[in-house]
């Protein structure tokens, strides 16, 4: 059975740091590609950053240079390495998976399988 299991989220003081995981069973994290993705209440879900299966990074503007997206290929986990972290970074994440994602990555590829989603609160 496919599963993406999300880890790391919690609350955390503006300026601090997170580090988010995403573990995968059943299937092999290096042949897919990684999105992670947020959602904050009343607002539509959005991507934060991707990793295509070739290594190519993409980030949103608003994330670069405080997100790094990472893979371990020997844990099958994938992370997101979230610093400098604002109150409207507050939201559910998540981590996807993609197929097609070969050689470059995007929000709006299909990802074929999802995380449940892990809470992140940025609050003082």
């Known amino acids: 059975q496919l599963r993406l299991v999300e880890s790391g989220g919690g609350l955390v003081q503006p300026g601090g740091s997170l580090r988010l995981s995403c573990a995968a069973s059943?299937?092999?994290?290096?042949?897919?590609?990684i999105g992670w993705f947020r959602q904050a209440p009343g607002k539509e879900r959005e991507g934060v950053s991707c990793m295509s299966i070739s290594g190519n990074l993409y980030s949103a503007d608003s994330m670069k240079g405080r997100f790094t997206i990472s893979r371990d290929n020997t844990k099958n986990t994938v992370y997101l390495q979230m610093n400098s972290l604002k109150p409207e970074d507050t939201a559910v994440y998540y981590c996807?998976?993609?197929?097609?994602?070969?050689?470059?990555?995007?929000?709006?590829?299909?990802?074929?399988?999802w995380g449940q989603g892990t809470q992140v609160t940025v609050s003082s």
């Open positions: 996807a998976a993609g197929r097609t994602l070969s050689k470059v990555c995007d929000f709006t590829s299909p990802y074929e399988h």
């Open positions: 059943g299937f092999i994290w290096s042949y897919y590609g």
